[in-house]
Each structure stands twice: as structure tokens, then as C-alpha cells.
């Protein structure tokens, strides 16, 4: 009979991005939507940065990839030319309205690329003639970023057959006709092609990396993410009755909110905000997730409790009103995979042997901490200017609980909050506030009862209550939290 093991470093806890992860079907956990997304009953997957989003869309294309009747497309946002498409606007239109156009031409071109590769689609002429565009004008398949650039090179024009303009062919081979046309006097046509095929196929686009290069500030890139919400319901909404075209958006959930369009309500039914729980058996469970790692990687005596089986899980050392070392884990991050997934592989790197207990967490705390600042830098460094300086106050006032007089006489002493406090015409509330959105900091009531944002989105910022710093940033802030 194989022999049980409890040896926490014998578990492969993964890369921290999920993207290219070649072992995430051995332990990917299925949120209650999945099949849903897979369905195409949400076309929105929405949360804060590390809650798994990158994950369900690469899962879904490696179960896409084995099947004869599914093709995909991945469209990242990465080093996406901005500029460009911003070239590419309906002059005619305002607001999000004037950007819909050219998404909605992006789209359907995404989409005849995955249309032709089904054989068995019909008419076969259709399918040939989407064919003949696609590789007369975008030959490469790149994605969006060259087809942007081809457009740029070619003063927004494409080759269509003269047939699609209603123009009789000079030529006995009518199909090899082309005529030069703006992009925009061939998205109809494409969309009449693609509702007269005949498909058994699903075929899925994925939008990722919509955060690159993202400025809170920059109100023509929040029309831009606007109107490729617009381009994308009405592709849907044109299409679901001829075609199986399954779109699925990931955006970080601050960036989400940031936007404001009546338009967005509509898309409540569509839309899934990823929410995790410390507890087991719920959901959206963190310890489930961990277990099915370890399972993974280890075969323990009680795969349901996986975690009780590789660590001192009641450490007589843990500092007094910490019940586990998974409270102690789970209270140093924002409730989110990555967190406590990277917490466990620092924990990896210093070299011990079997169960896990509190002086190898604890002496991980350092390093964890330092990743945790710099994953909270990467998300509010758009959102505010002055974050460094106000989280320098914070570390310069050396407490991990204080009052808002206290933090206010503080960042008085530095210049660039102050100068920021004039020219923006903020408060110290104001900048608080932002810090409290993004969890560095919480609000503690009367009755020692703690409140932090990220474990409820609704939750209002009370400068009138006592602030307290998150437990994950007080070895960066050397401030004792226990």
C-alpha cells in the first residue's frame, strides 16, 4: 500500500501566474459560474487582481483545445496600440459611441478566423469568401494589434470583393475581384455573412490584460474599455440566434468600477465578481484550493482536510488570540489565490522538512509582505499619485492602529502630499479613503471589531473611526502586529 505523506516541500504550489501554467487542470478549482461561462450565460468575469480571472479563461482553453467542435481565440491587451485605434474613431459620434465601430469590425474579423477553421461549416461559399478576406487583408493572425497596424498602413481600408459592394466583377473569376473600402462599409457585410453560416462549432473569444498601461486619469481609455463593452453586447445580442459566439471578458474590478455608464447595469446578469472565503466547504473556498494543490502534489491521508495533514495547523507557538496557522496565513492577504498561494510557496523556500508550523510562516513573513506591497503598488499607482508618500506617513507614524488626527499631522510634514492636497484640490480624508479602497488600511470600532473593504465592496470609509494597518503590509511598514 503506497505510504502517506505529510511533507509540506514536496508540494508544487504553481507559477504566480496562471498563464502558461501547464499542471492548472491538476488542481484548478471550478467557481459555482464556470459552467456557466462555458455555456455563455456570463460573458463578464470581473475582481481584484489575483482572484483567479487569468485562471478560468486559461482553463477554459485548455478543455477548448481538445474538442473537435470549439475553437478560440485569445486577445491580450498587452503593449495594445492605444493610440492607434484612438485614430481609428467614428469622428461623426461622441463618447463611447464614437470607438464602437472599429471594436465591433475587430471583433467580427477575430471571429471569421474562427469560423474558417470549421470544415464543416456552410454555405461553403460564404466560408470561402470570409476566407478570401481574411487572408487578403490579415494574413498573419496576430490578433488585434496587427490588424490595428495593417488598417493605420493602409488609411483604414481592407480588400473586399467587388461582389460585397454590389459591383460586377470585370473578371470571369468574380472571387478574385477586390476593391479597396473603409473598414467600417464592410462590418455589415461580415455580420450578413456570418448569420447566414451554418455551424454545429461554439467559438469563444478571450479579452485579458485590459489593465495594461491603465491611467485613472486618462478619460479617453476609460471610453475605450466602454465601448468595447458596447462592441461586444451588440455583437452578442446580433449574432446568438445564427451562430454559438461566446465572448469573455476579465477586468480588474477597480478599474471596472471606475467606469460610468448607464450601460453597465444592463450587463448585471451577464457579469460575475469573483469573491473568495477563508471558509471550507463554501463556494468560493481558499482552503479548497490549497487542499486541491496539495492533492495535487501529495497523497494524504484525508484529501478533504489536506492542509491539517501537511502543517502544525495548532501550533502551541502562535502568538495569543491567533487560533491556526492558517489564520495567520489567510488575515495576511486580501482573501485572493494568488495571495496565499505565494505565501505558501515563500514558506517553500526555506528549507525544512515535513509539516509546516508557525516559525517557518513566520519566518517568511518578511519576504511575503515585501510581494504584497508591490502587488498593492501595482494596482493604486493608477488610481493615485501620492500613494508612496502616504504609505511612507503611515510607516514614519510607527503604529498599526491610529486616529485620523494622527495621520493628518503626519503627512502635513511632507511636501508632495501637501502640494497634491492643494493642486487636486483633495482632502486627507480624500487620500485615506483611497487607501482604504485598495486595503492597506481598515477602520477599527469601538468594540475592536475590524472593517476592511475587501471583504465587502459596499463598505463605506469612516475617518471618524480608528484606522488600522492590513496585517500583510506590517512587516513592510515594521510595525508589530502581534
Known sequence: MAKYEDNFWRVYWGPDEAKGDEKLNTYFIEIPEYEGIKRGDYRYIIGRKGTGKTAIIEQLTNEIDGKYNQFHKYLSLKNFPIQTLRNLKDKTKGDKSQFVPIWTFLLLTELCKLIIQDENATPTQNVIELELFIKSNFPSDLGFNETLK???????????????????????????????????????????????????????????????????????????????????????????????????????????????????????????????????????????????????????????????????????????????????????????????????????????????????VKTAERDYSEWFFKEFRDEIQSHLSIWQPACQSIIKLGKGVFSLDEIKLEMDKDSLIANFLKNSNKTHEDVLEKLFEFGVIGNLSVSKKWFFKYKDNNLPFNPDQKMLVHFGFSKKFRINAY
Not at 164 to 190: D, M, R
Not at 233 to 253: G, H, M, Q
Not at 294 to 301: F, G, H, K, P, Q
Open 150 to 360: 495593417i488598417l493605420a498602413g493602409s488609411e483604414n481600408k481592407v480588400s473586399v470583393l467587388s461582389s460585397w459592394l454590389g459591383i460586377e466583377g470585370k473578371s470571369s473569376e468574380s472571387l478574385e475581384v477586390l476593391t479597396p473600402v473603409h473598414f467600417q462599409k464592410v462590418t455589415e457585410i461580415l455580420g450578413n455573412l456570418i448569420r447566414n453560416i451554418k455551424s454545429d462549432c461554439s467559438f469563444f473569444l478571450f479579452f485579458d490584460e485590459l489593465d495594461e498601461g491603465y491611467s485613472v486619469n486618462d478619460k479617453s481609455l476609460n471610453l475605450l474599455l466602454l465601448a468595447l463593452f458596447r462592441a461586444i453586447e451588440n455583437t452578442y445580442i446580433e449574432l446568438k440566434e445564427y451562430i454559438d459566439f461566446r465572448p469573455v471578458l476579465a477586468l480588474r474590478s477597480d478599474i471596472f468600477e471606475n467606469l460610468e455608464d448607464n450601460d453597465l447595469n444592463k450587463l448585471d446578469d451577464y457579469l460575475i465578481n469573483l469573491k473568495w472565503t477563508t471558509e471550507s466547504q463554501s463556494p468560493y473556498s481558499l482552503l479548497d484550493l490549497v487542499n486541491a494543490r496539495i492533492n495535487a502534489s501529495l497523497r494524504v491521508e484525508n484529501p478533504q482536510k489536506a492542509w491539517e495533514c501537511i502543517s502544525v495547523n495548532k501550533d502551541p507557538s502562535l502568538p495569543r488570540k491567533i487560533a491556526t496557522v492558517w489564520d495567520f496565513i489567510y488575515n495576511r492577504t486580501f482573501e485572493r489565490p494568488r495571495d496565499v498561494v505565494k505565501y505558501m510557496k515563500i514558506c517553500s523556500k526555506f528549507k525544512y522538512s515535513g509539516k509546516i508550523n508557525f516559525q517557518a
